[in-house]
């Protein structure tokens, strides 16, 4: 049975634990907000790329390009991995990783963007073609890096055919793993949106199919210019995605853990009171019985 002195070790102990975790709530809070924010500003720019280039891929006519080639038969698959560097974020990077697990390690070769999916990789003994890194605000020019890196992977043969895994941000308390298709770009359609006014009725006559187009310099050199753009942006957007996922996860783990920290203290704190009062009780005992042995 523990000592009075071992439960009031044990309670500074937890309060000091609750403590840093209290502070790690506090700054993934504040980078919550922030990559929450990022994430959601770049939503409507990509639904409207999306729909631009879904109405122009419907009005080029014959158009060939290597980022849209279909291979026969996909003897080797590349698979881009977006993790967080940190853990403590809950089950944020095991939900993820698992997903990692059902692709074929012989077939697969991975592209990492995050040091959590890294190390796993090197420690499943998979194939690992690149890994980068990305900030906590991330940049159009790192996510260009990683899009540029699997274009060259697939148009020279290296991989058949490119897919994206990440955390999709859904809300604060709900994030998921989500694949997406890369590479090759495969029928681009309109994404649905949230468009009031003059930009609902545009948003129709994409649609509706009733909008014509000219194209200058001409239609495939105006499709060649799009089609990197549009997976380099797909990626950054996916980079938004993601790290708005892993900061709202590890705040909620580490308010989870503070919580958890005050009512262990609750319980450590209630279990030395009822034993630093039978201590007393005993005492109290033992001197009066004493006091009757003396008196008699």
């Known amino acids: 049975m523990p000592s009075t002195r071992d439960i009031r070790r044990r309670i500074k102990s937890v309060k000091n634990t609750a403590q840093i975790t209290k502070a790690m709530q506090m700054v993934a809070a504040s980078k919550m907000r922030k990559a929450q924010d990022a994430a959601l500003a770049g939503r409507p720019y990509a639904v409207q790329m999306n729909a631009v280039l879904a109405e122009v891929s419907a009005h080029v006519g014959d158009f060939s390009h290597p980022l849209i080639e279909k291979r026969d ?79 060259e992977m697939f148009t020279s043969g290296k991989v058949d055919s490119v897919d994206v895994l990440y955390t999709d941000f859904v809300n604060t308390l709900v994030q998921k793993p989500n694949v997406q298709s890369f590479l090759p770009v495969g029928e681009i359609s309109a994404l649905e949106a949230d468009m009031k006014g003059d930009d609902s009725q545009k948003h129709q006559a994409l649609s509706a199919g009733t909008t014509e187009f000219v194209f200058e310099p001409g239609a495939n050199a105006v499709m060649s210019a799009l089609l990197p753009h549009y997976l380099n942006y797909r990626m950054y957007q996916i980079l938004l995605e993601a790290k708005a996922s ?51």
């Open 73 to 151: 038969e996909i003897k080797k698959r590349g698979l881009i991995v977006v993790s967080s560097d940190k853990g403590l974020c809950g089950a944020l990077n095991t939900n993820l990783l698992r997903e990692v697990a059902k692709y074929d390690v012989a077939t697969t070769v991975h592209i990492t963007a995050g040091r959590k999916a890294s190390q796993y990789v090197a420690r499943t003994k998979r194939q690992l073609a690149a890994e980068f890194t990305y900030k906590d605000a991330p940049t159009f020019a790192e996510a260009r890096q990683i899009s540029k890196f699997a274009q």
């Open 246 to 296: 892993e900061h709202s996860a590890r705040m909620v783990a580490m308010k989870s853990a503070t919580d958890n920290a005050k009512e262990l203290i609750k319980d450590l704190t209630l279990q030395y009171n009822k034993l630093r009062q039978a201590n007393i009780t005993s005492e109290l005992l033992e001197i009066t019985t004493a006091q009757m042995a003396l008196g008699n």
